[in-house]
């Protein structure tokens, strides 16, 4: 794996990459140049596909979008994937984009949405061949694994968010949820220290709202299975990590499919992105994003209807075992077409 040697914005909490994402050591990886210069992104990705041109490889998986121009210019063998549209665009830049989407060294390009392929396909006609859609995935729960013990739980509903808590994740909703919901406790999983001490000073005065910070991510399946239903409230806009950005339109959450591996009832936005894997009343309850009393009406129908509850992690869960596990993904990415 090679990666920009950048210290000034690594996560602080982390300081082992391979355990942060709970994975095995069976790669390198490899910290390439990040000067202080202007352009730099542009500099790193052209260093990064000569290294690996090094490597001579059979493949290049891409994820840099200056890099995936450089490694299909080099004659490299590319899977691109891209989680948005570019960002700028130029009619250069287009026309360069245009041709290397033709070229034969790039073998395919990966999107996580079918909103992103049609963007792309909008933009540039020439991608349409080469494009195929596979949305985030997790991967299924460890054989025996035990859910965190909660103080209330089997007296109160347990209710679960895990992720960041940057704008439009959804901690707006989640915060007025639990004011107007006061017969559950609200858990939350994840987040920066600035963001959670934010969000413990707005939500000072409601003692059901539990922070439990951040957790390693293999500890997390274990927070999901003690919860009894959990909560995707995405907004229109969802800003990235720093607070720049709107991935609403293209994003794949991968809490969607940590929750539905763990069989829980999803209370989800009713946006079109989220609708690509969810259906209202069948693997999911679906909820206008900002319509604060809709999320209170559906949470409270699940509040003593524990048939429902289970008919709606049991669909979850078989979607997942069928679609969405990693080993799934890769599989499908790489086969030939």
């Known amino acids: 794996m090679l990666a920009p040697h950048d210290n000034k914005n690594y996560e602080p909490e982390v300081e082992d990459l391979y355990s942060y994402y709970g994975v095995e050591r069976c790669f390198e990886i490899l910290k390439l140049p990040w000067l202080p210069i202007i352009g730099r992104s542009i500099f790193y990705a052209f260093i990064a596909a000569l290294k690996a041109r090094r490597f001579a490889p059979e493949l290049v998986y891409c994820r840099s979008n200056p890099g995936f121009i450089f490694a299909t210019t080099l004659r490299l063998p590319v899977i691109f994937e891209v ?94 949820l639990a004011g107007v919901c006061l017969w559950a406790d609200f858990h939350i999983v994840g987040g920066t220290e600035e963001d959670i001490a934010y969000w413990k000073n707005r939500c000072n005065t409601l003692s059901n709202i539990i922070f439990h910070g951040y957790v390693a991510s293999e500890c997390v399946p274990a927070f999901i299975l003690a919860c009894d239903v959990v909560l995707l409230p995405n907004q229109k806009n969802v800003s990235v990590y720093g607070g ?27 946006l079109p992105v989220l609708r690509e894997i969810f259906e209202h009343d069948r693997n999911a309850l679906l909820c206008p994003p900002d319509d604060l009393a809709t999320w209170a009406i559906t949470l409270a129908r699940l509040r003593f209807d524990e048939v429902a509850r289970i008919r709606l992690g049991q669909a979850a869960h078989k979607d997942f075992i069928e679609k969405y596990t990693w080993s799934m993904r890769s599989e499908a990415i790489i086969k030939e077409p």
């Open 83 to 176: 989680h948005a549209p570019f960002a700028k665009r130029c009619r250069v830049l287009d026309w360069v984009v245009d041709k290397l989407f033709n070229s034969k060294a790039l073998l395919k390009i990966v999107v996580i949405t079918h909103a992103l392929r049609q963007n792309f396909e909008k933009k540039y006609p020439s991608s349409s061949s080469k494009i195929i859609v596979a949305p985030d995935g997790a991967d299924p729960l460890p054989a025996g694994l035990l859910p965190v013990v909660f103080r209330n739980r089997g007296e109160r509903l347990q209710v679960g968010y895990v992720g960041h808590l940057y704008a439009g994740k959804g901690m707006e909703i989640v915060s007025e």
């Open 244 to 270: 720049g950005g709107n991935i609403g339109e293209w994003t794949s959450p991968l809490k969607a499919f940590e929750y539905m591996s763990a069989a829980k009832p999803i209370l989800c936005s009713d």
